[in-house]
């Protein structure tokens, strides 16, 4: 079975910039990295040079954001301290007022440093902190009480802070988020308009799978990054030197205290996350694994029910899973532990301030409310912290899918097409393979001194055993390759004077592999054709005998196929790339193995859309059931690359050549049968 390609979901960031992986928290990086980070990051800052001013304003924003919520804490100190001092002044007037003897008038004007004045030493030595200063300044003749005043300045401040840095959070978020959804509109568009530019020996070397690759998760994983990494970088960075300043300025003391726990928490932090990546990486090879194995037989669930194969598909998946089941938790046991560590670590920290700050505030050194705010600033400094390591990882899978864009982007492309370029007003359909030597690769030829006339209007059946280049031939007819040597003649003018869409609009194909898309069946028919009329979709399905079926589908034309157009047979498929052929109106056909899959009555009905088809037009039949092209006119006897018989079926036997020999096994064996 073939391998389907593994497509894999960048990391997310979460709240704490802790990307999540399956079951669990992820540190980024899990995924690959880039060969060269700085010449590809280099080569990504190009295609944000359009957005400087956005990016201008989104660092701004993000920095001024982030300063006034970092603001916060500090004026929420100043409003502790306020109700603190507000409280000692009360508590001071009533232990002063208590001890007064009954009957006793203060005076107006009286203050407290007349009455500290007339107090004993021993009286002063014994009372608490920060008392005697709060007496000093009191008017005894009135109760002092809370200054709601100042509080409610305060708080109106701190709420307009925070209110400003969600706006500014907003603003940056929208603006950003407009700029890496446009780089990732560059991006696609660039990359569609490279795809139509390729030449088709690249997709013949790459999967499918690899190609939508590029087109789909390299390009959400650089929008997700740029969306989320770089104002995250930019928040990151000031908070830490912001809140580093708020801290110091508080008391330089605690800052210290604070510094010397962040090299333990890195520290662990570190040794957890190199641990923990080789597991998320086997995780996620493993998930692509599973993926896989699940998408195999779930395609082809019947082969491997009629070969008995549940058995070992369920034993595969076990043994899948098992791995899975082991990598994944051990990742996430592992990635589980940051937090706690985090914390463990945070609360040695919190002791150490807690101590420190009694002492110094013991000392009235340092007021309640700014140990407040640092323990508050305390709690967010491993936050950013974190957030620029993992964003830091994070840019080394996003370098890594840049890179893996910008090498799609700088891939060969097909020969520029320059020079004087010739055009057939009206085809006729004559054409001339001249000494044709072709190979895909240097070393290796396929086509050797190919050489044939084919007459206007001709039925050309081109036979031969696996490998001997039919279908080579018809991708040259086509230019989806150019000859080595010699030359493809289209009325006598070389295919390569002409430019490649030109000589592709003269050609209707169908094809084995029936490909039809997501949409009507009206849709589909008119598809080669989309400037046609309803009555010309009609008679063009009557005539390729698609008509009857059609109308037995719930709501006929307006019947809608569904991705992978599995709600149709395949001979009814067949039929409708014939009717699509038909409403093209192209001077020249190529049939390739168009009834191969089908019945014995729908090859019938195939044969005969196909005969209507063929009618006045030069055709190119591939077929390996040599009784289908008993009537051709000119029949093409191909064997490791050379033409080594042509002539009509019947001069074709009388040669006893290979073709009789081909004919006659094949006729033999359908005879047995």
């Known amino acids: 079975m073939t391998e389907k390609p593994v497509t894999k979901q960048p990391p997310r960031l979460g709240p704490m910039g802790i990307g999540r992986g399956p079951g669990g928290h992820m540190m980024g990086g899990g995924g690959e990295k880039a060969k060269n980070f700085k010449s590809t990051m280099k080569q990504f800052i ?40 507000d409280y000692i002044s009360i508590k001071a007037y009533d232990q002063i007022t208590s001890n007064l003897p009954p009957g006793t008038v203060i005076q107006p004007g009286t203050t407290g440093e007349m009455f500290l004045q007339n107090l ?46 969600t706006v500014f959070t907003y603003i940056q978020g929208w603006v950003m988020s407009g700029v890496s959804q446009k780089v990732t509109y560059e991006f696609r568009r660039e990359l569609a308009g490279k795809i139509n530019r390729m030449p088709l020996r690249y997709f013949d070397s790459r999967t499918h799978g690899e190609v939508l690759s590029r087109v789909t998760n390299d390009i959400d994983t650089v929008s997700q990054s740029l969306n989320q990494s770089l104002s995250q970088i930019v928040t990151s960075v000031t908070m830490i030197i912001g809140i580093l300043i708020m801290m110091l300025s508080i008391s330089w003391q605690l800052t210290g205290v604070a510094l010397l726990i ?4 890195m520290g662990l932090i570190g040794v957890i996350m190199k641990k923990s990546q080789k597991h998320f990486k086997n995780q996620q090879a493993t998930l692509g694994d599973l993926n896989g194995h699940i998408e195999e037989m779930y395609s082809g669930h019947n082969v491997m029910k009629v070969m008995n194969g549940e058995q070992r598909s369920v034993d595969k ?25 985090m914390n463990f670590v945070g609360n040695i920290g919190y002791v150490g301030m807690a101590i420190l700050g009694g002492y110094l505030a013991s000392q009235g050194r340092i007021q309640i409310g700014d140990l407040q705010a640092f323990i508050q600033y305390m709690r967010q400094f491993n936050q950013p912290i974190v957030q620029t390591a993992t964003v830091a990882n994070v840019l080394q899978s996003t370098a890594a899918a840049a890179e893996r864009v910008f090498e799609f982007l700088a891939e060969g492309e097909e020969e520029a097409e320059e020079g004087s370029v010739q055009t057939i007003s009206k085809v006729k359909g004559d054409i001339e393979f001249s000494d044709v030597v072709f190979g895909y690769s240097p070393d290796k030829t396929i086509i050797q001194d190919f050489s ?22 018809v991708n040259l007819l086509m230019r989806f390759y150019d000859v080595d040597s010699g030359a493809i003649k289209l009325d006598g003018i070389d295919t390569r004077d002409m430019k490649r869409h030109e000589v592709r609009r003269h050609f209707g194909m169908v094809l084995q592999d029936a490909w039809l898309f997501h949409g009507t069946i009206r849709a589909n028919i008119a598809y080669g054709n989309p400037e046609a009329t309803e009555e010309e979709v009609l008679e063009a399905a009557k ?57 014995t009555r729908t090859e019938v009905l195939i044969q005969k859309a196909m005969d209507n088809l063929m009618k006045g037009k030069t055709s190119f039949v591939i077929a390996h059931r040599l009784s289908t092209i008993r009537y051709a006119d000119l029949i093409l006897v191909m064997k490791d690359g050379n033409i080594v018989e ?12 290979f073709y009789a020999d081909l004919y006659n096994s094949q006729f033999t064996g359908e005879e047995a049968a």
Request: hydrophobic share 45%.
């Open 646 to 657: 042509q002539g009509r079926h019947h001069d074709l036997l009388k040669l006893h050549g």
């Open 120 to 165: 004993p030493a021993e009286a002063l030595r014994n009372m608490p902190n920060g008392a005697a200063d709060a007496i000093r300044n009191l008017d005894l003749s009135t109760r002092p009480a809370l200054n709601t005043e100042r509080l409610t300045d305060i708080g109106l401040v701190l709420v307009g802070l925070y209110l400003l840095s």
């Open 452 to 473: 044939a006339h084919i007459h206007a209007g001709q039925r050309v059946a081109i036979v031969g055993p696996t490998g001997a280049g039919k279908t080579t031939m």
């Open 262 to 265: 962040l090299p333990l928490s």
């Open 317 to 341: 998946f076990q043994t899948i899973n098992t791995r899975l089941y082991d990598s994944a938790w051990k990742s996430q046991f592992l990635s589980g532990l940051i937090f706690p560590i």
């Open 543 to 599: 005539t390729a005998q698609v008509d009857h079926f059609v109308n037995s589908l719930p709501g006929g034309y307006d019947f809608e196929l569904n991705e992978e157009a599995d709600n149709i047979s395949q001979g009814e498929k067949q039929l409708l790339t014939i009717a699509r052929a038909m409403l093209a109106h192209t001077p020249m056909l190529i049939l390739d193995e168009a009834t191969s899959s089908v019945d």
């Open 46 to 85: 190009g295609y944000l040079k359009p957005y400087w001013a956005s990016i201008i304003v989104v660092l701004v924003f993000a920095i001024a954001g982030t300063s006034f919520a970092i603001i916060g804490p500090k004026i929420l100190g100043q409003m502790t301290n306020q109700i603190v001092d």
